[in-house]
């Protein structure tokens, strides 16, 4: 049987990858998918672009003087840079909180030179590290604002999990009865939905004039727009997030999930993208992504080839020397008219 991605050792196929792809226009019409596009699938951090529109909505980001850095990194999955970092205190100061009511928990931070710094400093982890710290500032900035209990903030009875969920059934298309939930790795809920509809919302936020409401219709630009023009906060040095984004300028909008989800935004054209590694090993979900852009014409010679490390992962050893690489083997099938 034919594998989507394949993953060499030399010239010799070592291991392989399953994957999953939905590729749906604003009108709901599955353009294109990949093995199953109905997969049920928790997209993870990809939804964070999703959870971000109760901060606008709520006026709390205007209430907090939200810059658009500050909503681009409401949508990250950081770096834990220092300029992440900084841009994470200054708000809390805005808040008049302190960093250990972020509830995200800490983890190592995926920039190298940040953590090798901490390490020569002697000093450990704090919660602005947590690749989620936007998030949940952008949280506890609608909570404050709302008046509503900050100590509670991530559980999903809190009136902003449930202002967060409506936003995710309506952008999304699909009813939040149907929804289920699970935990997400910084401890707040994770939305469980089909690909299809992931990239629906997609679509949405690339090219948001197919949605009802006009006040959403701009706060979903404001988050879009703010996400493209600040690609750094979104993710950082070396993360595919900021580099494609970067390298598109302002037609595609990304953002990537744990557990190998990626999702894009095809801004011109108003299609989204919803892709799922089937077991989850992230070193197939960026090669498949770029290999979908291909085949729906984005390829750019120079892009791509700047960005070859994505279109082609290499496999390093040790001495970081390429000893292999994943490639794309797969084909996109033709999708069917717009869902009734």
Same mark, same amino acid.
């Given at each position: 049987?034919?594998?989507?991605?394949?993953?060499?050792?030399?010239?010799?196929?070592?291991?392989?990858?399953?994957?999953?792809?939905?590729?749906?226009?604003?009108?709901?019409?599955?353009?294109?998918?990949?093995?199953?596009?109905?997969?049920?699938?928790?997209?993870?951090?990809?939804?964070?672009?999703?959870?971000?529109?109760?901060?606008?909505?709520?006026?709390?980001?205007?209430?907090?003087?939200?810059?658009?850095?500050?909503?681009?990194?409401?949508?990250?999955?950081?770096?834990?840079?220092?300029?992440?970092?900084?841009?994470?205190?200054?708000?809390?100061?805005?808040?008049?909180?302190?960093?250990?009511?972020?509830?995200?928990?800490?983890?190592?931070?995926?920039?190298?030179?940040?953590?090798?710094?901490?390490?020569?400093?002697?000093?450990?982890?704090?919660?602005?590290? &947590?690749?989620? &710290?936007?998030?949940?500032?952008?949280?506890?900035?609608?909570?404050?604002?709302?008046?509503?209990?900050? &100590?509670?903030?991530?559980?999903?009875?809190?009136?902003?999990?449930?202002?967060?969920?409506?936003?995710?059934?309506?952008?999304?298309?699909?009813?939040?009865?149907?929804?289920?939930?699970?935990?997400?790795?910084?401890?707040?809920?994770?939305?469980?939905?089909?690909?299809?509809?992931?990239?629906?919302?997609?679509?949405?936020?690339?090219?948001?004039?197919?949605?009802? &409401?006009?006040?959403?219709?701009?706060?979903?630009?404001?988050?879009?727009?703010?996400?493209?023009?600040?690609?750094?906060?979104?993710?950082?040095?070396?993360?595919?997030?900021?580099?494609?984004?970067?390298?598109?300028?302002?037609?595609?909008?990304?953002?990537?999930?744990?557990?190998?989800?990626?999702?894009?935004?095809?801004?011109?054209?108003?299609?989204?993208?919803?892709?799922?590694?089937?077991?989850?090993?992230?070193?197939?979900?960026?090669?498949?992504?770029?290999?979908?852009?291909?085949?729906?014409?984005?390829?750019?010679?120079?892009?791509?080839?700047?960005?070859?490390?994505?279109?082609?992962?290499?496999?390093?050893?040790?001495?970081?020397?390429?000893?292999?690489?994943?490639?794309?083997?797969?084909?996109?099938?033709?999708?069917?008219?717009?869902?009734?």
């Amino acid at each position: 049987m034919k594998k989507p991605i394949l993953v060499y050792r030399g010239k010799y196929i070592e291991s392989t990858h399953n994957i999953h792809v939905a590729v749906v226009n604003k009108e709901g019409k599955l353009l294109y998918f990949y093995g199953d596009p109905m997969r049920v699938t928790f997209p993870r951090s990809s939804m964070k672009p999703f959870q971000a529109i109760p901060l606008l909505e709520t006026r709390a980001a205007d209430s907090f003087s939200y810059s658009k850095a500050e909503i681009a990194i409401a949508c990250a999955s950081h770096a834990g840079e220092i300029f992440h970092r900084e841009t994470i205190l200054d708000l809390l100061g805005r808040l008049g909180i302190q960093e250990d009511q972020l509830q995200c928990g800490t983890h190592t931070p995926w920039n190298l030179t940040s953590y090798k710094e901490l390490l020569r400093k002697g000093e450990d982890v704090t919660p602005v590290f &947590s690749n989620c &710290s936007g998030k949940h500032t952008g949280m506890l900035a609608t909570a404050i604002h709302m008046k509503e209990d900050i &100590s509670t903030y991530r559980e999903v009875k809190h009136p902003h999990q449930q202002r967060i969920l409506k936003a995710i059934e309506d952008i999304c298309d699909f009813p939040k009865e149907h929804i289920k939930l699970g935990v997400d790795g910084c401890g707040v809920p994770v939305h469980q939905l089909p690909l299809y509809n992931v990239a629906l919302g997609y679509a949405r936020l690339a090219s948001p004039d197919s949605i009802k &409401s006009v006040e959403r219709i701009n706060i979903v630009k404001r988050i879009r727009d703010s996400m493209m023009e600040f690609p750094e906060m979104v993710g950082g040095t070396n993360r595919f997030d900021t580099d494609l984004m970067q390298a598109y300028e302002g037609r595609i909008v990304s953002k990537a999930g744990a557990e190998a989800v990626q999702c894009m935004g095809l801004v011109e054209e108003g299609i989204g993208i919803a892709i799922k590694v089937a077991d989850g090993g992230t070193r197939a979900v960026n090669v498949a992504a770029m290999e979908v852009l291909n085949q729906l014409g984005y390829k750019d010679e120079k892009i791509f080839t700047d960005l070859d490390r994505y279109v082609h992962t290499p496999v390093l050893n040790a001495r970081k020397e390429k000893i292999g690489e994943v490639r794309a083997n797969f084909r996109l099938e033709e999708g069917s008219s717009p869902k009734k």
